[in-house]
């Protein structure tokens, strides 16, 4: 069991994540998560209301799969295979975030200040997730895709738009967390 509740080398990682890029290129598929949401919004019928999703979805049955798969296998490793001895967070990391309150995971995937349940009763907290969720939800569309099939399907696909918006996430990242994070909290 060590060897699953552990990290794995970055090179085993890599190896495995560009078998399954092969597979899908040979199958003629592109990997992304936020596609699913159009998928279920057509399947839902929004299709008649809106020609974005007037779509023939069933092209997309494998990525439902696939996104199904990600949470089953989220929740088994968060639950069966999680061991907190597996974080290591840089210390330097650590001084930083206690600045400006947000506290030190100890041992736990994320820090209760922002993913507890105590997020529920700041109504600042709430309109934070409200926003951040509707930017990621446009930046994913107007992107054309989410920061998973951009960096890992369009850059293995050697995609020109997937380099810019890989640079521009990153880019929109680092003044998330130098510039807007320390002012939010």
Known sequence: MEFITHTWHWSISGFIIGLIMLLLIYFGNTFGMSTNLRTIC???GAGKRVSFFD???KS???????VSGAMIGGYVASHFLYDSSNISINPLTIQKLQKIGVDAPNGKML???IFGADVFN????????IVGGILIGFGSRY???CTSGHA???LSNFQLPSLKAVIGFFIGGLIMVNLIFPLIF
């Open 143 to 145: 992107a054309g895709g």
């Open 111 to 113: 820090p209760d200040t």
């Open 55 to 57: 779509w023939d979805w």
């Open 152 to 154: 890992i399907s369009g």
């Open 42 to 44: 057509s399947i839902l």
């Open 122 to 129: 700041s109504p600042k907290k709430i309109l934070f997730l």
């Open 60 to 66: 997309q049955r494998w990525n439902l799969i696939v």
